[in-house]
């Protein structure tokens, strides 16, 4: 589950459902026992935490594949195969396209990098070394710049490092080259305005070795070029064609987090270590296959099921988000869809499971009225449509949702959330509630869709104002793509709708989900600004009242 930057769902209407015995009967343990070898299998440290478009996330994804492949189900993916693959951005390298010689010597690669945001040239000139300490174009001591600065708690680094490379550029520099600075590091997914000089970062080495004063001038030789870098998600699809109207969608994601090398780890140290995800979402994937199973089992079906295991949840909504754009099914013949993530920590005490999408349909309500004699769960119901795992992805294609959750723990996007702290026949009474809702809503009408509230970031709470979009975390390009709107909010009275792209609001440039966060901390309520965004290939710019 991705809660970056999302909140936890509000607990609203409470049901407590009569206990049952504890006694299982041997079909039941034989699905506990399955679900545990399914966890145990995709949160084994081989998989190195099945981080989207990795060689463990392959692994995961074939052993889904067999589990579905076996029950029976036929695949559903781009051209009759099991899997539906899609791009995941990865930043942009410059090892391949990039070189810098200093006096006819090539300088390592590993000895320097040029800055993600510099602009590609190829260039040579002859700058003085012995001025660099004078503030003349092409030398930049920024170490110096951030010794002097340690003690004033409003030095920005990142805008100080742009003021100095304006300025160079604005002074006659048509390269700059940064050096006495270790704490840089070469950040290939970095957003921004693209700079108006190739600014190169030298380690000490480098430095050392080549900037000193003994010699006046300097032959350089450089050229910045980048590839952009991919990596292949893939999602698993199964189908159960049961020749019916409509079909309901059974969803889980099963990627994780890998080595925390995307920055979503709970961890906050450079090698946060091996996340194997077993709650996230090792216990949701493992649910959707033994649903798949039980399913199939059954004589008289009302449905048609597509078992879909995302990937690159955790970054994002990735997956679910590429389904619902390129549907290997018609989206209007989905009836519902029902999200398991993180359904692996039922409290054996509270029994408390959290169903989000309560709100997306008016059938909801009499649907879990139906079953208040039938599980010993405490339930809590969540209106909301959105948040943070893959039903959002559905629900903003006017479909009904619900997500199944156990609840946060103290383990979440950390190295220990591991298979021996599952509760599996907790979620063998998830598995069994939703066998039973599915079983509801099969004597009714297709479920009419309901717009719901809106989830804001869990950061909001630090903000006095909201625009009022939901961002869409995938976009790889420059300002904030808008993936929803709220009604009655800033955004949609100002007239923004979903598709436009956010570059600027007030004074602030806007380049990231980050970035705009921070602006929005600027604002208070009842403050009056500009917010400027591309609509296609137009720019608009329209007036917002927070």
């Given amino acids: 589950m991705n809660w970056f930057p999302r909140v936890v769902l509000a607990a609203g209407l409470v049901s407590t459902l009569p206990a049952f015995s504890q006694r299982l009967k041997k079909a039941e343990k034989q699905v506990v026992a399955q679900l545990k070898e399914h966890v145990y299998f995709l949160a084994d440290d081989r998989l190195e935490g099945r981080r989207a478009g990795t060689k463990g996330e392959q692994l995961a994804a074939d052993y889904i594949q067999k589990q579905l492949s076996t029950i029976g189900l036929t695949p559903k993916g781009n051209q009759d195969s099991w899997y539906q693959e899609f791009p995941i951005y990865d930043g942009k390298d410059y090892s391949k396209n990039s070189y810098l010689f200093i006096n006819g010597h090539e300088i390592n690669k590993k000895n320097y990098f040029p800055h993600p945001l510099s602009p590609e040239r ?6 003085s070394i012995a001025l660099k300490e004078e503030g003349v174009p092409w030398f930049l001591d920024f170490g110096a710049e951030k010794e002097a600065n340690k003690s004033n708690p409003h030095f920005d680094e990142e805008a100080a490092l742009l003021e100095k490379i304006k300025a160079a550029a604005e002074k006659g520099a048509t390269a700059l080259l940064v050096y006495n600075d270790a704490s840089q590091q070469y950040k290939p997914k970095q957003k921004g305005e693209e700079l ?3 600014v190169f970062f030298l380690s000490k080495t480098a430095s050392d070795s080549y900037l000193h004063d003994e010699t006046d001038m300097l032959e350089i030789k450089l050229k910045t070029g980048f590839t952009k870098l991919e990596r292949t998600g893939r999602n698993i699809l ?9 079909t309901v969608v059974i969803g889980a994601h099963y990627d994780h987090l890998g080595y925390g090398e995307d920055e979503n780890s709970m961890i906050r140290t450079a ?4 996340h194997n995800g077993a709650d ?3 216990s949701g ?13 059954e004589k008289k079906q009302a449905f048609n099921y597509l078992f879909i295991a995302f990937s690159a949840e955790e970054l994002g909504l990735f997956g679910s988000k590429y389904f619902t754009e390129n549907p290997t099914i018609p989206l209007n013949t989905i009836n519902y869809m029902v999200n398991l993530d993180m359904v692996g920590r039922l409290n054996d005490s509270s029994k408390t499971v959290t169903i989000g999408g309560y709100g997306t349909s008016p059938s909801w309500s009499s649907t879990f009225s139906s079953l208040r004699d039938n599980r010993s769960l405490t339930l809590k119901f969540d209106s909301s449509g959105t948040g943070p795992s893959d039903h959002a992805s559905f629900y903003r294609k006017d479909i009904p949702v619900l997500f199944f959750f156990t609840g946060l723990h103290t383990d979440y996007h950390k190295p220990s959330d591991d298979a021996d702290r599952i509760n599996y026949t907790g979620e063998l009474k998830i598995i069994q509630l939703i066998q039973s809702v599915i079983k509801s809503t099969s004597t009714q009408p297709r479920l009419a869709f309901s717009k719901t509230r809106e989830q804001q970031t869990n950061t909001a709470a ?10 869409d975390y995938a976009f790889s390009g420059n300002g904030v793509r808008v993936e929803g709107v709220s009604e009655g909010r800033p955004a949609q009275k100002a ?29 208070k309520k009842g403050d009056k600004t500009t917010v400027l965004f591309k609509r296609a290939e137009t720019e608009n710019k329209a007036t917002v009242e927070f």
């Avoid at 199964?238 to 409509?246: E, L, R």
């Avoid at 994937?285 to 039980?294: G, H, K, S, W, Y």
Wanted: charged share 20%; no cysteine; net charge neutral.
């Fill in 122 to 127: 190829m260039l040579e000139a002859m700058p």
């Fill in 196 to 198: 108006p000089i190739p």
């Fill in 238 to 246: 199964g189908f159960m064609d049961n020749g019916a109207a409509s």
């Fill in 271 to 274: 090698n946060p270590g091996l």
């Fill in 280 to 282: 996230d979402n090792a």
């Fill in 285 to 297: 994937t493992a649910a959707l296959i033994e649903l798949a199973r039980l399913l199939k089992t």
């Fill in 462 to 471: 630090r903000f006095k104002v909201t625009l009022g979009i939901m961002p």
């Fill in 495 to 523: 007239g923004l709708k979903a598709g436009d792209i956010i570059v600027k609001l007030g004074d602030y440039s806007i380049v990231s989900v980050e970035n705009y966060m921070q602006a929005l901390g600027k604002f």
